[in-house]
């Protein structure tokens, strides 16, 4: 595999070249996608288009609502609203970026398209082992957020001038978010100089937190108080708390897209608890996030026992059983990991 390590300055040449030719680029990130897809996407997609670079940025699926308000999401357009629109920007790019994920399988249709394109692409992506599907692959996975590498990569292609207070707010929404404001996967100096050289265009991080983290709806705050009431399942002698979500329960509080966004990450304030898990019934599958505090590597838990992965705190995947088959394999799972559990 290819792989970019430092930024090495032959394969940016590579990139430099392409771009220095002005041909159309398409910036794509994963379904479902959180601050840092999102904030990681636009913060290049400013840059790329403040040089007058052609250059679109593809979801599969949607931008969440608390994101809505970023500077610059005019550069999205949204693959399953807009097929062909799509499948004509991919076709015409010269350079695809994939941003914050690591195989193609967790773009749907999209990443069918992106492996049979002829483009040049380059992952920027900070999950663990990533897969063989790019030309060039930027891969540092001890990083907490796919935005610092980006925020690195901007200043090498278009150097240090570029960077402006938009493109500064999205790189931090990007990191903020995947570190929950700092709380986790940031334990080392250089994410803390990127965010203050961020700060210094000036961007007010009370305001972006604001705008991220306050901006529930009544139902919202209704669910999570329905959630931890009735429906956390706390189990001391693992260490673990979980909480299960039957699309019924959603509809009841006029469940809308990012309702439950961070749920998974309340019950992990309760001392002593070091996992944590949510399932939420969606249309054919449970999808299941996972947290873990210390060493529990919640990504190879959900990696084999829950079709998914992730990082080691954060994690998530899915299943086609029933919510009831979903928690009964969870529960039962717990045994095998009760000395890990203990001493994480
Ligand atoms: P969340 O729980 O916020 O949906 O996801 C947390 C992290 O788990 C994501 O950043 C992603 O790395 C990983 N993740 C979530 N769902 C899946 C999945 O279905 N498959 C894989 N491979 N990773 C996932
Ligand atoms: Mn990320």
């Known amino acids: 595999m290819n792989l970019l390590g430092k930024m090495d300055s032959k394969k940016i040449k590579k990139i430099v070249n392409i771009i220095d030719k002005r041909e159309p680029v398409v910036i794509l990130t994963h379904s479902n996608p959180d601050g840092d897809a999102v904030g990681s996407s636009i913060a290049l997609g400013l840059a790329l288009r403040k040089s007058n670079i052609p250059v679109n940025i593809i979801i599969p699926d949607a931008i969440p609502v608390f994101l809505e308000w970023l500077p610059g999401n005019d550069l999205i357009t949204i693959h399953k609203d807009n ?5 004509g920007m991919l ?5 695809i970026f994939c941003l914050d994920f690591n195989d193609p399988d967790r773009i749907n249709a999209v990443g069918e398209m992106v492996k049979q394109s002829a483009a040049l692409k380059v992952l920027i992506d ?3 082992d990533p897969s063989d599907f790019a030309d060039i692959t930027y891969s540092e996975p001890w990083r907490g957020s796919a935005g610092e590498m980006i925020y690195l990569f901007i200043k090498k292609v278009f150097g240090n001038d570029i960077l402006d207070k938009d ?3 999205a790189l931090y929404v990007a990191i903020m978010t995947d570190t929950g404001n700092f709380r986790y996967g940031c334990s080392y100096p250089e994410i803390f100089h990127i965010a203050g050289e961020l700060m210094q265009f000036p961007i ?6 604001a705008k ?5 709806s009544a139902d919202r705050m209704r669910l999570m108080g329905y959630c931890l009431h009735h429906k956390m399942v706390v189990l001391p002698e693992y260490n673990t708390a979980y909480i299960a979500l039957s699309s019924a329960e959603l509809r009841r509080f006029n469940y809308r897209k990012g309702d439950t966004e961070g749920f998974v990450n309340i019950p992990l304030s309760i001392d002593g608890i070091r996992f944590t898990a949510l399932f939420i019934e969606k249309r054919n599958i449970i999808k299941v996030s996972f947290r873990s505090k210390g060493n529990f590597p919640a990504n190879e838990f959900a990696e084999k026992h829950f079709n998914g992965g992730g990082h080691l705190n954060a994690a998530g995947g899915e299943l086609k059983d029933s919510m ?3 928690i009964e394999k969870f529960v039962n799972l717990l045994p095998e990991y009760e000395e890990a559990l203990g001493k994480a």
């Open 126 to 128: 900070h999950h663990r």
């Open 167 to 169: 493109i500064a707010t």
């Open 204 to 209: 007010d991080k009370d305001e972006i937190y």
């Open 212 to 216: 991220v983290y306050e901006n529930f």
């Open 91 to 95: 076709s015409e790019a010269k350079i």
């Open 83 to 87: 097929q062909s629109a799509v499948t």
């Open 324 to 326: 009831k088959e979903c």
